[in-house]
């Protein structure tokens, strides 16, 4: 019905029933894991920064998980490259190591990693590699969101790099990889990860986050080339899913005010709305009702009271606390050793 008929036969009024009843957002096809998450899984995940917006969640809710053991990575050959080191236990040695800006730095990972202590540096990346390694054996899922097909390589020998680690723009060369390259390279690295762990199920999402500075149309076009590389990769294994949070951000939400103010990240309504959809389509409905009992208790714990001595604080603090030993009796693979030291402390 025209929206014109509508005003001139009805009441003004009546308009929000209405703009109610229209149909303001694209439906989306969400579809649903056939063996959901539970908190029986372990879970690693890896990639861009949207990544870590779903591993804070799954932490937040008590999930075995591990994020990121190499830092941020945007593209397919840093994730497939990261993967692969995982998998076949890869020690770094101070050669791998350059130094620039006053730290020690590895190409291979981000600047978290770096450090003014070169020993100490290769310290903290093998003790991830060691983490990482025996996490991957075990592990029942890893959630692989992919950010950018653009990678840099170095100029003076060619080598792909993680992370340029504010080095200067002449040192890099920049190129967009082929879609048979990113298949191809991901192929090998699921083929890896099979053999040595048959039960892991991979899930593909890609980064909503906009890279700006390529352009707007070469951000379209590395999307674009990731979504192609990755429905080719569902498309050959049983054991491979793809989550659509770039169409659900792109397509679905489609406006600004689902964005930081530089425009290019996904705000936390945003996010949000994302992980609901994603715990509607990947999570097991059975354990709803404890995640929602682990998120009341985080929400507790973010609580700030401007009188600590008070009786209604202590009651406050000890009716928490046990819920908190009530939750770890009724489950006691879940560790709440942190809420209670809070809660009891």
Known sequence: MPAAFFLSKYPIQQLAVYLCLMQLQLNIDMPKLSKPITYADKILLIGSCFTEHIADRLEQHKFKILSNPHGILFNPLSVAYSLDSYIDGRRYLASDLFYLNELWNSWDHHSRFSGTDQIAVIDGINQSQQGAHDFIKNANRVIITLGSAFQYHLKDSGRPVANNHRAPAQWFEKRLLPIDLITETLENTLQKLHTLNPSANVQFTISPVRHIRDGVVDNNRSKARLI???????GRHENVTYFPAYELVIDVLRDYRFYDIDFVHPNFLATNIVWEHYVQACIDPNIYDLMKQIH?????????????????????????????????ARHPDLDFREELEYFER
């Open 228 to 234: 192609e590389a990755v429905h080719d990769l569902c």
């Open 296 to 328: 009341e208790i985080a929400i507790a714990m973010n609580h700030r009271t401007r009188f600590p001595d008070t009786e209604a604080h202590k009651k406050f603090l000890h009716v928490h606390s046990e819920k908190i030993r009530l939750l770890q």
